[in-house]
């Protein structure tokens, strides 16, 4: 059975509602964790499920002081999914990347939360223009 995207980015956020994952049930794991498999397998799909996710939640939660769940789901998605996904597949995604977030600053936020791991010098400099020195 195939999951819809708001189905993914329900499983990934219920993944999210634990301390560590290693307290989570088995079966909320497998669940939360497809969307890291589908960064390597799926792009398209994980990163309409990422967009899907930063949906939910409001810019205001974002841009302003103190920790707030918004910062602590969408930090753990950009230095997650978003983050693998990039790693990946980044060749085929950026330029969707680059695009959303102009459009979307709560995506913006997410971006910038994303480290290189495992993205070419050049994409992570890409990365790096988009953001322009913003830090979470």
């Known amino acids: 059975m195939q999951l819809s995207v708001k189905e993914h980015g329900d ?61 602590q789901v969408l930090g753990m998605l950009g230095a997650g999914p978003l983050e693998t996904l990039l790693g ?17 600053r709560r995506f913006f936020w997410t971006l910038a939360c994303v480290w290189q791991n495992g993205m070419s010098d050049e994409l992570w400099a890409r990365v790096q223009r988009i953001v322009g020195g913003f830090v979470p």
């Open 11 to 71: 499983d990934w956020i219920a993944l999210q509602c634990y301390k560590s994952s290693d307290d989570a049930p088995e079966d909320v794991f497998e669940k939360g964790f497809r969307l890291d498999e589908l960064a390597y397998d799926e792009p398209e799909l994980a990163f309409s499920v990422i967009k899907d996710v930063v949906s939910r939640y409001a810019e205001s939660d974002l841009f302003t002081e103190g920790q707030t769940g918004a910062k």
């Open 88 to 104: 990946e597949n980044g060749d085929r995604v950026i330029a969707d990347v680059e695009v959303e977030a102009r459009a979307d």
